[in-house]
């Protein structure tokens, strides 16, 4: 195991029990993160060596490592010097509270402290302090959320990690094709099988949205202009309240009959007009390249 180039981000994150690390992990999650909460760390650098060997994979990667591991949690230490004498670069984010605020987290919870025991809470806090004095020490990042609420240290990880820190909302739109069935992870589905079919078409049948043709067979007729139209002015009013709600992704998908035309003319047409409205958009076409056309 060695660096070689590394194209690997790894987030280890640590910290107070009640600190916020559940929300921080789920912020590197909505952001492309792979994570694993929990981590043995004595299997930190087995894991480290199978990201980077999974050829681009698993590029970015986030590790919950904490005293839930009990014992186990003392393995900590020499798997970091095992990275380090490696050459494997990582990061670690230390999440931590003022006493009084981690109190009144667990007392809201009713959840017990992990170093519980048969000690009393304030107890047990103190004792998990310094148990990580050191590791806080190493960190490359220590954020206190003693006073920041959840929707803030998502933005603070955001500015810090993502790779769209400026438009943190992320359009995921999917053309697909029914008889596939439906993206089970879509907010929004709209059924575009209303539309003219380029598949009667002799020409056009085993062509796909992408080309030009189709396109302009698809994108010229007065019934998608108007839908296209009304569609995109939903979506313009959809968002932002979306985004006022604290919601960081929408899912968009767009489906004809087997996801080769009309759901590909339609899901480029979209986000391309919401790239122009200053949004990130990722577009994908989960069926065009499967056998067969559309029926």
């Known amino acids: 195991m060695g660096k070689k180039g590394q194209a690997l981000s790894i987030i280890i994150i640590t910290g107070y029990s009640g600190a916020g690390k559940t929300q921080a992990v789920n912020c590197m999650e909505d952001i492309g993160y792979y994570c694993v909460d929990n981590l043995p760390p004595a299997l930190l650098p087995k894991f480290v060596e199978m990201a980077l060997q999974s050829e681009g994979r698993l590029d970015k990667v986030a590790l919950v490592i904490d005293v839930r ?9 020499s798997s970091l010097h095992e990275l380090r004498v490696n050459q494997i670069d990582y990061q ?25 025991g048969e000690g009393n809470l ?30 803030q240290l998502k933005e603070k990880l955001q500015g810090l990690y993502s790779e769209n820190p400026d438009n943190d909302f992320i ?16 907010d929004m589905v709209m059924d575009v099988r209303f539309l003219s079919n380029p598949f009667y078409d002799p020409v056009m049948r ?33 968002i932002p309240n979306y985004i006022a709600e604290g919601k960081n992704n929408l899912a968009i998908s767009v489906g004809c009959t087997g996801g ?3 759901s590909v003319v339609l899901a480029n047409y979209v986000g391309d007009q919401l790239r122009k409205e200053g949004y990130y958009v990722i577009i994908r076409h989960r069926d065009i390249s499967k056998s067969g056309v559309e029926e």
Request: no cysteine.
């Open 171 to 186: 359009i995921h739109i999917v053309s697909f094709g029914y008889k596939r069935g439906i993206p089970m992870d879509s």
């Open 92 to 116: 670690i984010i230390f999440l931590e509270a003022a006493e009084d605020v981690l109190v009144s987290r667990f007392k809201e919870s009713r959840r017990p402290h992990p170093l519980g």
């Open 206 to 238: 085993y062509m796909t949205g992408e080309d030009q043709q189709v396109k302009e067979f698809v994108l010229q007729n007065p019934v998608t202009r108007s839908f296209s139209r009304r569609f995109l002015n939903l979506l313009k009013f959809l």
């Open 260 to 262: 080769q035309h009309r």
């Open 69 to 77: 591991g009990g014992s186990f949690f003392q393995d900590l230490s």
């Open 122 to 151: 304030l107890e047990s806090i103190r004792a998990e302090r310094n148990l990580l004095e050191e590791l806080r020490g190493q960190a490359s990042v220590v954020i206190d959320t003693s006073n920041l609420p959840p929707r």
